[in-house]
T-cell receptor, first 112, second 116 residues
Framework: DAKTTQPTSMDCAEGRAANLPCNHS???????VYWYRQIHSQGPQYIIH???NNETNEMASLIITEDRKSSTLILPHATLRDTAVYYC?????????????FGTGTLLAVQP | EAEVAQSPRYKITEKSQAVAFWCDPI?????LYWYRQILGQGPELLVQ????????DSQLPKDRFSAERLKGVDSTLKIQPAELGDSAMYLC??????????????FGPGTRLTVL
């Protein structure tokens, strides 16, 4: 079972910031938080990941609370092409098996 | 930018027939994964390879599914015989190496299988 909880769906106006929340209250000290998105009929696309500190790349920012029990993915200026299902996944580092356990994710609909 | 390649993109077959999917991972990636995604759900791991060895195939229905990665590069997933319930998207992913602390997986475009 997925170890994260996300809202089923969210709307965002084009050009505004999209803030996608994720709860992972049972996260362990050796687990990273990963975010992927999946545009309709395509393979999942890696966005960003983090352990403790906030992270930023060209696609998004990841804010992790100090207790690590929740996080927020921020798309600073959402466009129509950002409409997708966003998956928040916790995964341990190291070890032989690195499978990603996907939940049902959040369907983000960017409105014009 | 390097990408995971998969073929075919779409496959329609009749039940009881055999089907095969091919995946070419990002060059240099030691770990290769096959996931299955049923409509409306998230992907689920079927099998994971480290080089040419199977690391995890606990969710692979071994009575009808087989996977191989003979030279530790590209991989083939086969279903024989196909059943109606196998209709799904089959996704291949690769990562640099499972032994690394952060081992990000990159996905291919998938193969959409429809079994009639």
């Amino acid at each position: 079972d997925a170890k994260t909880t996300q809202p089923t769906s969210m709307d965002c106006a084009e050009g505004r910031a999209a803030n996608l929340p994720c709860n992972h209250s049972t996260i362990s000290g050796n687990e990273y938080v990963y975010w992927y998105r999946q545009i309709h009929s395509q393979g999942p696309q890696y966005i960003i990941h983090g352990l403790k500190n906030n992270e930023t790349n060209e696609m998004a920012s990841l804010i992790i609370t100090e207790d690590r029990k929740s996080s927020t993915l921020i798309l600073p200026h959402a466009t129509l092409r950002d409409t997708a299902v966003y998956y928040c996944i916790v995964r341990p580092y190291g070890g032989a098996t690195n499978k990603l356990i996907f939940g049902t994710g959040t369907l983000l609909a960017v409105q014009p | 930018e390097a990408e995971v390649a998969q073929s075919p993109r779409y496959k329609i077959t009749e039940k009881s027939q055999a089907v095969a999917f091919w995946c070419d991972p990002i060059s240099g990636h030691a770990t290769l994964y096959w996931y299955r995604q049923i409509l409306g759900q998230g992907p689920e791991l079927l099998v994971q390879f480290q080089d040419e060895s199977v690391v995890d195939d606990s969710q692979l229905p071994k009575d009808r599914f087989s996977a191989e990665r003979l030279k530790g590069v590209d991989s083939t997933l086969k279903i024989q015989p196909a059943e109606l319930g196998d209709s799904a998207m089959y996704l291949c992913a690769s990562s640099p190496g499972a032994e690394r602390d952060t081992d990000t997986q990159y996905f291919g475009p998938g193969t959409r299988l429809t079994v009639l």
